[in-house]
């Protein structure tokens, strides 16, 4: 079986999460009933050690691999993403995306695993980012509110 290139764009700021649906070659939806699922993002193709993100089979709406009838749903959640993202870039000045490489490897019930899917796998900086007001303060200067950070925000 020759892998599918599919490549995946994911932001620091916001989980990935994308449903794919797959058919039999006559066209009627893949059963994945049984199947268990693995995937690892890597800077490298073979590259030694522990991958940047190891997602395994769930069967809940958490971060990893799920299967339905005829779906399968591959989440990697925000925290997870930023924390890959902020370990390559750092603190540069000028963010730019992280191109990794993935696979996903399939493996029937009573089969061998196969690698399905492959390809870049890019996190982008993203632009929003939560920054939770825990803080109003009120004034006769004016409002402003004070963030989880420390950053003061004025209100007109």
Known sequence: MTPADEPITAYRNAPFAEAFQVVDDDGSAMDFTGYAGAMQVRLY???AGSAQISLSTVTD????????????FIQVDEATLATVYDGLVGSN???????????LVLTPPGSL???WIEGDFLIAPGVTVSDPITTAVLTEAGDYLVTEAGDILLQE
């Open 113 to 115: 695993q196969e690698i």
């Open 93 to 103: 000045e000028r963010p730019w995306t992280a191109e990794l490489v993935y696979d």
């Open 61 to 72: 709406s958490s971060q990893g691999i799920r299967f339905d009838a005829d779906s399968l």
């Open 45 to 47: 193709g073979g590259q």
